[in-house]
């Protein structure tokens, strides 16, 4: 299966090295330094089951790799306008493209089933630049679990002692397309799944990004430091039941106990990618993250007092480091 992993920042790295164990004929969309790193030496994932190498072909223009079976883009959500002028050469006829990204993504209410069925969210895919480009037929939501981090130009570090992806349709299916992916990915060591509500699993990850996410851009520490004070501990813990009380609005009912999944986050010393990227001076993904869910808790009717001033003052700062426009 010939697939191509758009995007080598930590995420997009760690599934190429993946997929390449699992037997796919893989190639990357790389630029500057990681572009040059992967032709020169290739793709290096040291985790915690073992250190993986591949030599995936390598270009900044997809032009140079032609038509795939399946594309995985794992840019971030600001990258996505870019990815929609240059991704045309990927595509052919039956051309599968996997969105494994952070925060609500633009296909959210395509095929929905509820009563903003249809609704675009130009916060991001302005112009509907990707939904012209891939269109809903090609698009498959995905949702990965892995805290990773690129140590060196062409190497990351994966720091989950179990990583994983999922995958589903907009419409709810469990398709063969998406499963072929899964299987790969599962045959290279990585947990992964196709489902029938990604929607469900997209919330269950955003309710850490939104709730933590906003704190560790304030402190600039990981979760860890940053969830060691008591006030920003019960600031968090209040900022989680509030995300979860946005996805109840909007009828995604999930099986989460707070308590516990808080108690997880109290352990992590890794630092979310939005930190990562307010660090490195990369686009910070506040519109996906924490703007687009504040408003569909406004649409749903569900109060945030706590999320709304943390957002606030994250989305200050990332505006003050010139990494985010409203």
Known sequence: ????????????????????????????????????????????????????????????????????????????????????????????PDTSVAFVVNGIPWWYYDSEGGPNQGTRLPQVDPGDAMRKAVGIERTLGGVVWSACTVTEPGVVEVRSPTSRLILGEPDGTVSARAQAIADILKAGGLGAKAVPDIRTELWAKLIGNLSQGPLCVLSRQDMKTTLADPAVREAALRSLNESIAIAAGLGIKLEINAEDRFARSVNTAHKPSILQDLEAGRPMEVAAIFDLPLLLARQAGVETPTLDLCVALARQTAAAAGLYQA
Do not use: N
């Open 1 to 92: 299966m010939k697939i191509c992993v758009f995007g080598t920042g930590a995420i997009g790295s760690h599934l190429a090295g993946r997929l390449a164990k699992g037997g796919a004929e893989l190639s990357v969309i790389a630029r500057g330094s990681q572009l040059a790193a992967i032709r020169e030496k290739g793709i290096t994932v040291r985790a915690p089951d073992g250190e993986l190498h591949c030599m995936p072909r390598a270009a900044a223009d997809p032009a140079e790799l032609g038509p795939q079976d399946a594309v995985l883009v794992t840019t971030k959500q600001t990258a996505l306008p870019s990815v929609a002028g240059t991704i045309a050469p990927l595509l052919g």
